[in-house]
């Protein structure tokens, strides 16, 4: 009885490995395929970013010739140095990170803060307000500059880093929407046991709320971190004394002054992107979470 | 006496709910309700920083139509660079989300260097691109050369200026991707192997498979990405030495003329009649996308939003 069961399996045992044979053989074709492709991709993607690092430490004289060199043939830190000397770099870096400081600051407090309000208390015009909040998302900067600056030259804080730290205290629409997300995920029990203890709604949002929130938190200051530092349009508008300048306007004017001196360019380049690059590949979870409704929106 | 207690209890969550959220509420007047009031009355005027605010009737937006050839070339600037630049971005993004959405080891280390570029932004990036697109030092070029093709002068030809900033805008178009990634590792493999099993090739099981289930994102996508096009500003600004426009204005945009007219020429009454008009347009653009979507948008047992 048992030796004819154990023929049928063997027979259907053949064909079943050696459909499995080719099976794994295409899907080995399959993988080299996709490596081969994720690999071209890569490397056109990365390409500018290493030419960029190459191009800083090139003599312009490899640069200038026809076809110039991809690898740099001498290496040359010089071009930093130099790159730190055309223009006040340490005095712009120490106004960028003041600025970028007090705005990571008020964005994750006052978002934080203001979506508290929309997740977890119960109010009348809550849905019309918090609909008020998405449509804001659609109003372009551009419409609300001119008046913005308008007021600003009004009260007299043209010229000051206060029109570029000041509304970041007051919320946006993007990080209420992702912090509010994060507080439904919370269980309301916590909250209504603290109040049975005779807490009120600021120490639970203090005390409770923001230690349980870190990630999103976290989420919110890399960004922020992010958009402060390479934020050019508002040192544009607002700061007019050189003294004050960011990284971005100073290196903007860098290079209008020195417009084919790439070697130089390319240095200020870099140390400029450092940050944002270093930030990245320490904490890209929270980039990709920042990322996962913004999109494509960044124009 | 509990029903009381239950009422005040309500009053008081109230009024901490105002609380809490007084913080946008005033920014939302100060910053945002305010100035647009400000701005669809300034557009009536000859306002020009100064004491100076006549109201001047329709005289600003006469100009803008009838007299100002530069507002209709910023506009077709500006169209140009949405039209392409939008279905560009989106089929490369999801192009990078279908070919990293694989099992296959060190997948991570692709998806770094392919989001890697979204991440980076600002004068920076502008510059490194000055560079790529410089005619003769440029990597761009270079690499044509290698191929025996004589590159176009990108930058300095008003043909090619466009085509330029949309080629950087491409290269970083890792952001959608990540959002067309997370929803395409959510279709069940089972889908695909089904399809295979009944013949299906690749780019059939792309069409019939991946594409319906992501029209919801694409729609997304496409919504706010024209959106953000329209407003196209810093990229021509600094590329284009202060925002001059680029050789003979083939890189003059809407926002950016709207910029000259406001802080250079200091005719702020005309640049507000110019942010009404955008306005405008962004809110038909919105209106239009929604308009269409039920038409080619795909919502899975109407489970998604």
New interface residues.
């Given amino acids: 009885m048992i030796q004819p069961m154990d023929k049928m399996s063997k027979v259907r045992a053949v064909p079943a490995t050696k459909k499995l044979h080719s099976q794994k053989k295409t899907t080995r074709v399959k ?1 080299i395929i ?2 081969v ?2 690999t071209l ?2 490397l056109v ?5 290493l ?2 690092i190459f ?1 800083s430490v090139k003599p312009m004289a490899e ?2 010739r ?3 060199t ?1 690898f740099p043939e001498t290496i040359n830190f010089d071009n930093y140095l130099k790159a730190i000397q055309s223009f006040p770099f340490w005095q712009y870096a120490k106004n960028t990170l003041f600025i970028t400081v007090l705005v990571v600051l008020g964005n994750v407090l ?1 978002n934080s ?2 979506a ?3 997740a977890k ?4 015009g ?1 849905k019309f ?1 918090f609909a ?2 998405l449509s ?1 998302m ?14 600003f ?1 009004k009260i007299g804080w043209v010229g000051t880093y206060l029109p570029l730290i000041v ?1 970041a ?3 946006n629409a993007f990080n ?1 929407f992702l912090m509010r997300q994060f507080y439904l995920s919370i269980n309301d029990e916590l909250i209504e046991a603290a109040e049975m203890d005779g807490a ?2 600021l120490y639970i ?1 203090s005390h409770l709320m923001i230690p349980l929130t870190k990630p999103a938190l976290i989420t919110i200051a890399i960004n922020s971190f ?2 402060a ?5 508002g040192p ?2 607002y700061i007019q004394d050189q003294s004050k300048y960011t990284l ?2 100073g ?2 004017v860098f ?2 002054q020195s417009t ?1 001196q ?1 070697n130089y ?2 240095a ?3 140390l ?2 450092l940050p ?2 270093l930030l ?2 320490f904490a ?1 979870r929270y ?2 979470e920042g ?2 409704l ?6 | 006496m509990k029903a009381s207690k239950l009422t005040m209890r309500k009053k008081k969550e109230m009024l901490w709910g105002y609380f809490f959220i007084a913080p946008f509420l005033l920014g939302f007047i100060v910053f945002m309700l305010g100035p647009m009031l400000f701005s669809l009355i300034g557009s009536f005027t000859d306002y020009n920083l100064t004491s100076k605010m006549n109201f001047v009737g329709l005289a600003n937006f006469k100009r803008m139509f009838f007299q100002d050839q530069l507002f209709w070339k910023s506009l077709y600037n500006t169209a140009y660079f949405v039209l392409f630049n939008v279905p560009l971005t989106t089929a490369f993004s999801i192009f990078l989300a279908v070919i990293l959405n694989q099992k296959l080891r060190g997948i991570s280390f692709f998806r770094t260097i392919f989001f890697l570029p979204a991440v980076l932004s600002g004068v920076a990036v502008y510059i490194l691109w000055m560079q790529l697109l410089s005619p003769s030092a440029g990597l761009i070029n270079t690499v044509l050369s290698w191929f025996q093709i004589k590159g176009p002068a990108w930058l300095f030809d008003p043909a090619w200026t466009k085509p330029a900033l949309i080629l950087m805008k491409i290269w970083g178009s890792g952001g959608a991707m990540l959002l067309y990634l997370a929803t395409l590792q959510n279709i069940s493999p089972a889908l695909y192997e089904s399809a295979e099993i009944d013949g299906a090739g690749t780019w059939q099981r792309f069409k019939n498979i991946t594409l319906p289930l992501i029209t919801p994102i694409i729609f997304y996508d496409v919504i706010t990405s024209t959106i953000g096009s329209f407003q196209i500003f810093q990229e021509a600004y600094v590329m284009t030495k202060n925002g001059t426009g680029g050789p003979s204005n083939s890189l003059l945009f809407y926002n950016l003329h709207m910029w000259n007219k406001a802080f250079v020429a200091f005719d702020m009454g005309y640049a507000m009649a110019m942010s009404m008009i955008l306005f405008f347009i962004v809110m038909i653009l919105t209106f239009i996308n929604l308009k269409l979507a039920p038409r080619w948008v795909y919502y899975a047992g109407g489970e998604q939003k």
């Fill in positions: 993988k996709s490596y492709l994720l991709v890569g993607l990365i390409t500018p970013l030419w960029m191009t640069i200038v026809f076809p110039p991809f006052s803060f203001i508290y309000g929309f208390l119960s109010f009348p809550k307000l008020l909040v804001t659609m109003i372009p900067g551009f419409v609300t500059m001119i008046p913005q600056y308008v007021l030259s509304p205290f007051f919320g209420i009120n709604h949002w992010n958009s530092w390479n934020d050019f349009l544009l508008l971005q306007i290196l903007q290079q209008n084919t790439w360019l390319m200020g380049a870099t400029v992107l944002t690059v990245f590949f890209q980039f990709i990322m996962d913004t999109g494509g929106s960044k124009g």
